[in-house]
């Protein structure tokens, strides 16, 4: 499939810029495209009818000669977690069925400004609870690999959409994985920053110290120009860091240009490579660290003892933070009001929160509620904050030793739909290799590691340092340069689905 | 074992202001017990000794120049609203009429 929707955000700009192809052109292929399988795969949940107009008038400006940013005209699909004037943002509820938000996030007004198209808002579980996709109020997203599988969540629908070629790019949200499982399991790339290293003003929040918008693509470069859009300090957003970062596009392509490892010290977390890890994945993982050995890198193994307990710490963090954040949603300013006459506003709030809410959501209110309660609170929210000190240490005492941390990005390859819905906590625990960077700020990436015996996509995790985003770019693009290698090209386009698509679910 | 019970389950739902069905709360009973389980193994792992972390980045007192900005039309804020009266959120009565 030779194709405008083939290309990777970087081709596309260099097409662009040369005039081959029009923006308008290139948006009209992914709007044909989003189209022609959204029926099979449901990665939409709205499509931009503005999306022509903006690139047209792009068009224009670069015909007029204006020196546009290198990604202008390049067509981008917004997880639907980020307010976007003048377009639904739902965050998968119907809480916020039909909202439409009077202010961009920072991040997608940073998009506008440096001239990317908007195509529309992917689908993802509502409020970002989840890891398939199917908690979303608006139906699942199927995986493009398989579709009786799960996309992975909460971005499923983000990691769909570029993996079905409906978008070259797009952002996620990342509170305890939701962009690097989906990247997994799709066959992606996704990162998620440094803590405070992209702006959260306008990501309708899940867990505030957790939660960090981060890009989605084919190709590591493709992320770390999104990332370098969207990155940097925002006043509006008060844990936004104020540093300056270094182009991460120019590491990647710095990375990918010889591709050579040598000196370059990995740690595989043992922790990440056990238990509950599947055959497929551990046999590629093991592909890629002689992959990186090959390349010149040092592999050693790093223990982090307390990384076991990162999946009770998280799900006691994550629930009461969500539990505190979305009080919001009371059906005064926005959002659903179900109300009888003669009703109190308190019968009022609990009837809308009833029939606005879907179970997930409801499970870790609750459950955030109950761990923030008095009695309870040190016992449980208390230690896990500890919990979290400890993460941090395990963490600085590896990065003495090793520049860079992999492991398995996601245990296993998709699941299938409606495998886990029902257990709450095999769904819970399916976020172990992610969660830790989560909990200690610290920046991790997703690429993709080849497919298993099952014909499914698996990703290999990198871990960096806080504020060491860089490395995550530069050492991924030469390990992605060396990998696909033998695959010949971005794994995604190896679908041989990817034809298929259109079909309309057919198969 | 966690000690939670239809009674503890409904008492949270109040708090968190949720009017459950009879069937969620069940459900919930069960599933908040295995879960609460699950997690609270939390509690054995880190000693007093251990100071907590509630935020991967520390930042304290984050000014910034107290300039006017820009703030949103009436228009743009009611858009979104379930009920108002142009100029201010209508809601239901904040009291019952026994109260």
Known sequence: MTSIISLSAAELSEKLASREVSSEEATKAHLERIEAVEGSINAFLHVNDEALAAAKQIDERRAAGEQLHELAGVPIAIKDVLTTKGMPSTSGSRMLEGWVPPYDATVVARLKQAGLIALGKTNMDEFAMGSSTEHSAFGPTKNPWDLNRIPG?????????????????????????????????????????????????????????????????????????????????????????????????????EGADGADLTGVRFGVVKELDADGISADVQARFKDAVAVIEAAGGEVTEISAPSFKYAVAAYYLILPAEASSNLARFDSVRYGLRVEEPGQTVEQVMAASREAGFGPEVKRRIILGTYALSAGYYDAYYGSAQKVRTLIQRDLEEAFQKVDVLISPAAPTTAFKLGEKIDDPLAMYVNDITTIPANLAGTPGMSIPMGLGADGLPTGLQLMAPMFEDERLYRFGAAIESRLNGGWAGPLALQNSRLEALSDGGAR | MSDITRESVEHLA??????????????????????????????????????????????????????????????????????????????????????
């Open chain 1, 153 to 253: 969540g909460s971005g499923g629908g983000s990691a769909a959409a570029v993996a079905a070629l409906e978008a070259p790019i797009a952002l996620g949200s990342d509170t305890g994985g939701s962009i690097r499982q989906p990247a997994a399991v799709t066959g992606t790339v996704g990162v998620k920053p440094t803590y405070g290293g992209v702006s959260r003003y306008g990501a309708i929040a899940l867990a505030s110290s957790l939660d960090q918008v981060g890009p989605v693509s084919r190709t590591v470069l493709d992320a770390a120009l999104v990332h370098d859009v969207i990155g940097g300090h925002d006043p509006h957003d008060a844990t936004s860091l104020e540093r300056e970062w270094p182009s991460f596009a120019a590491a990647a392509r």
């Open chain 2, 14 to 99: 109040m708090l968190a202001r949720i009017a459950l069905t009879e069937e969620e709360v069940t459900q919930l009973t069960g599933e908040l017990s295995q879960i609460v389980d699950a997690i609270a193994t939390v509690s054995e792992v880190a000693g007093d000794d251990v100071p907590a972390t509630s935020h991967p980045v520390p930042l304290s007192d984050v000014m910034r120049d107290d300039v006017p900005g820009e703030t949103l039309s009436l228009e743009d804020v009611f858009r979104g609203a379930p009920a108002h009266d142009g100029e201010r959120f209508r809601v239901s009565a904040i009291l019952g009429e026994e109260q």
